[in-house]
């Protein structure tokens, strides 16, 4: 009996010990009491059946007293996993000492989530992408008669079919049932627009089908962080907060600027961003974890106009009719796949005539124009042969003429958030260039990049553009990284402060 109570001792200790290392704090909650609780009445069970087993066997106290540690450390961890995980179901704050539990959405093409669990020591979750679009059925009536309606709105596919609330009782289509074949039955509407909500009700459907089929939680347990492009007008937050605070019933929001979300997640404090996203191109200085608002700057030239120019190139030079709302998420995809960023291009009276286009020569292409070429297949199998359009797409980018449009080129962008920083600022900002946005994928982008800012900044005037593989979901990951400081709940707006304070509780908190 005082081997086994000796043993239970030093398991319990091994265990306090692994709590305090992997979560500060833990041994105060009542949480970490039950914990302890279960984890002694496992451990003495275990201590017990080695007892036997030396008695039984014969086996060395050695070698008992070796595997009661081994076990002490393999359960202290293993049932700080599972109650971890047991406390995500039902802890909405942190008053028992715990950390939150965290969502993490992005305003963009697509909507990605996180969701932050408290396990230690552990690689977050992947994350849960889905496409920032809705679809209404075309021929609602033909479609009831059939299967085809109930096939759309098969929950746990992908898609949803909303009832009453807030949003109407539509029938809305949304998640991977957009990317199927299925689309074409489809009317797909796109409620985010340059950076901002303009259909409330078709992004409620985003957001239930988020947080019933994407993320399997209930709004009412966690708090959500969003971010947001930087000079977006005050009324989106405010009609943001309302959805959020009485529809979802969330118990807080945060509300952070997306460029500064990125250049945390490239691990830097003090830098310019470049993110081009779908609807919106944005740069925003950051100096020391704080952005410098009067600096920023913002195009409404990106991504949707890349897909839009390839829309109407593969119809005027090469036949193909791709202009439909769901004809728009395969030339999204084509883009994707097939385009890139030419590092000499000279525009020549592009739009007149539609297909005058010439490049500089460059070594690595010239007398080549089977090199330019990239094959494409399509749903309906038939094989697609994209040349020069697959480069004329992305130049709207540096060009924004070539649409009618009176923004700037990204470079143009970036240059001029930087001349309006400070000047004792400036060499430190082109040093620390970081490109977000999935539309900064496109082959070729940071080298153009840097040859575009290199004829606009002094000839002695260093540039370093930091480029990360995963800048699609920047925002997301830099959302995920500042939301799981300790000194983050400070800046969190809670649904009480809310109800009290009204919209100024939102303007004190989100600037």
């Not at 950390?99 to 909507?111: P, W």
């Not at 309606?149 to 009832?163: D, F």
């Not at 078709?202 to 939680?217: A, D, P, Q, T, Y």
């Not at 699609?472 to 707006?493: D, I, N, P, Q, T």
């Given at each position: 009996?005082?081997?086994?109570?000796?043993?239970?001792?030093?398991?319990?200790?091994?265990?306090?010990?692994?709590?305090?290392?992997?979560?500060?704090?833990?041994?105060?909650?009542?949480?970490?009491?039950?914990?302890?609780?279960?984890?002694?009445?496992?451990?003495?069970l275990v201590v017990w059946l080695l007892s036997e087993a030396e008695q039984r066997f014969r086996v060395a106290p050695v070698i008992v007293e070796g595997f009661v540690w081994a076990i002490s450390l393999l359960l202290g961890y293993s049932w700080k996993l599972v109650f971890t995980e047991a406390q995500n179901a039902v802890m909405d704050t942190d008053r028992w000492g715990l950390?939150?539990?965290?969502?993490?959405?992005?305003?963009?093409?697509?909507?990605p989530v996180y969701f932050r669990?408290?396990?230690?020591?552990?690689?977050?979750?992947?994350?849960?992408?889905?496409?920032?679009?809705?679809?209404?059925?075309?021929?609602?009536?033909?479609?009831?008669?059939?299967?085809?309606?109930?096939?759309?709105?098969?929950?746990?596919?992908?898609?949803?079919?909303?009832?009453?609330?807030?949003?109407?009782?539509?029938?809305?289509?949304?998640?991977?049932r957009l990317e199927t074949s299925a689309r074409g039955l489809l009317d797909i509407q796109y409620p985010i627009s340059r950076g901002s909500v303009t259909d409330w009700?078709?992004?409620?459907?985003?957001?239930?089908?988020?947080?019933?089929?994407?993320?399997?939680?209930?709004?009412?347990?966690?708090?959500?962080?969003?971010?947001?492009?930087?000079?977006?007008?005050?009324?989106?937050r405010e009609k943001l907060a309302e959805c959020l605070f009485e529809v979802f019933k969330v118990p807080a929001i945060?509300?952070?600027?997306?460029?500064?979300?990125?250049?945390?997640?490239?691990?830097?404090?003090?830098?310019?961003?470049?993110?081009?996203?779908?609807?919106v191109s944005q740069v925003m200085p950051v100096y020391d974890g704080y952005a410098v608002g009067h600096a920023a700057t913002r195009g409404e030239t990106a991504g949707r106009n890349v897909t839009e120019w390839l829309q109407l190139s593969l119809k005027r030079q090469c036949g193909i009719n791709l202009l439909s709302t769901a004809d728009r998420e395969i030339v999204r995809t084509m883009k994707e796949d097939c385009c890139a960023v030419s590092l000499h291009p000279a525009v020549q009276g592009v739009w007149r005539g539609g297909t005058e286009w010439e490049f500089d020569k460059d070594p690595r292409r010239a007398g080549a124009k089977q090199a330019l070429d990239h094959t494409y297949e399509l749903p309906d199998g038939s094989i697609i042969n994209i040349g020069l359009e697959r480069y004329q797409a992305p130049e709207i980018l540096f060009n924004p003429t070539m649409g009618a449009s009176a923004d700037q080129g990204v470079h143009l962008l970036l240059d001029e958030a930087i001349q309006k920083s400070d000047m004792d600022l400036r060499r430190t900002l082109l040093q620390n260039v970081v490109l977000a946005g999935g539309s900064t994928l496109f082959p070729g982008f940071g080298e153009r990049l840097l040859g575009e800012m290199r004829k606009l900044v002094p000839k002695d005037a260093r540039i370093k553009i930091c480029a990360p593989p995963e800048r699609?979901?920047?925002?997301?990951?830099?959302?995920?990284?500042?939301?799981?400081?300790?000194?983050?709940?400070?800046?969190?707006?809670?649904?009480?402060?809310?109800?009290?304070?009204?919209?100024?509780?939102?303007?004190?908190?989100?600037?």
């Open positions: 009996f005082i081997h086994l109570c000796l043993a239970w001792s030093l398991l319990l200790a091994s265990y306090w010990l692994l709590a305090e290392i992997y979560d500060p704090g833990t041994s105060e909650s009542i949480w970490a009491l039950t914990n302890s609780i279960v984890y002694s009445i496992v451990s003495i950390r939150i539990l965290t969502s993490v959405m992005n305003f963009g093409l697509m909507v669990y408290i396990l230690p020591k552990m690689d977050p979750p992947s994350p849960v992408q889905i496409l920032s679009a809705v679809g209404y059925p075309k021929y609602r009536k033909v479609m009831e008669s059939g299967e085809g309606l109930s096939e759309l709105t098969k929950t746990g596919g992908g898609s949803g079919k909303i009832g009453t609330s807030s949003a109407g009782s539509k029938v809305a289509v949304v998640g991977s009700d078709g992004m409620e459907h985003i957001w239930r089908h988020v947080f019933s089929e994407g993320l399997k939680c209930r709004s009412q347990e966690h708090p959500v962080l969003i971010s947001e492009p930087p000079l977006n007008p005050m009324v989106h945060h509300i952070a600027s997306s460029p500064v979300l990125s250049l945390y997640a490239s691990g830097r404090t003090t830098g310019v961003v470049l993110d081009i996203g779908d609807g699609k979901l920047s925002a997301w990951v830099g959302g995920s990284v500042v939301s799981s400081l300790s000194s983050f709940k400070r800046v969190w707006l809670t649904r009480e402060e809310y109800k009290d304070g009204g919209l100024s509780a939102l303007h004190r908190r989100t600037g």
